[in-house]
């Protein structure tokens, strides 16, 4: 029997703009839960004049839809990481076929020593909701020297959930809401 999808979970996501654009990625788990086109597309309209040639870090990466939107759009190269195995096999499938520059690392985001892996200039911090403290991941991200000068930190929450306290010298830049996501843009200290 065939399994059914969860209601108002798609099948796939497309990629929005650039050298990618039309393309769609397959959703083919159930646990996965990519970011809606529409925050996409704010979101990379935020990132439009910081993007071009960064190192970007995807850190529950899921589908890649944002590591591979950054990636279409100038993005220079891409660090993805992924625990589920078949979402990471799925990813490698996608990252092979798109002819993507990075990597993938099939981890889990919390075990991994980022100062090793960066500097990243753009983070994408898109934890399941339940998952991980997005102020404990900050906090990570800010003692492990892997984050390049003002580095930018796209987080994404549950609608209902407040915006964590951010190490010190961090600031949001951008914030709002859309549907059931609540995602802010902050900046790391010099």
């Known amino acids: 029997m065939a399994k059914t999808r969860k209601p108002g979970r798609p099948a796939a ?4 703009a650039g050298r990618a654009r039309g393309r769609r990625i397959p959703v083919e788990s159930d646990s996965i839960r990519p970011t809606p086109d529409r925050v996409r597309e704010t979101v990379f309209n ?4 910081d993007l071009q040639d960064t190192s970007c870090l995807d850190m529950f990466a899921g589908t890649g839809a944002l590591g591979i939107e950054a990636w ?3 993005a220079g190269y891409i660090t993805f990481v ?12 996608r ?17 991994l020593h980022y100062g ?20 404990n991941l900050c906090t990570l991200l800010e003692s492990s020297g892997g984050l390049s000068a003002s580095a930018l930190i ?6 209902k959930t407040p915006l964590p306290e ?25």
């Open 46 to 49: 935020w990132l439009q004049a």
């Open 72 to 74: 279409s759009r100038g």
């Open 82 to 93: 992924e625990q589920d195995r078949q979402a990471a096999k799925q990813l490698g499938i």
């Open 154 to 159: 796209y987080m994404e929450m549950h609608r």
């Open 13 to 16: 996501v497309r990629i929005i």
């Open 116 to 135: 090793n892996l960066g500097p990243f200039d753009i983070v994408f911090l898109d934890p399941p909701f339940q998952g991980p403290d997005l102020a």
């Open 166 to 190: 951010l190490p010190a010298g961090w600031t949001v830049k951008k914030e709002q809401t859309a549907g059931q996501v609540r995602f802010a843009l902050a900046e790391s200290g010099e």
């Open 95 to 111: 990252l092979e076929e798109f002819g993507i520059t990075g990597e993938l690392r099939k981890a889990d985001a919390l075990q």
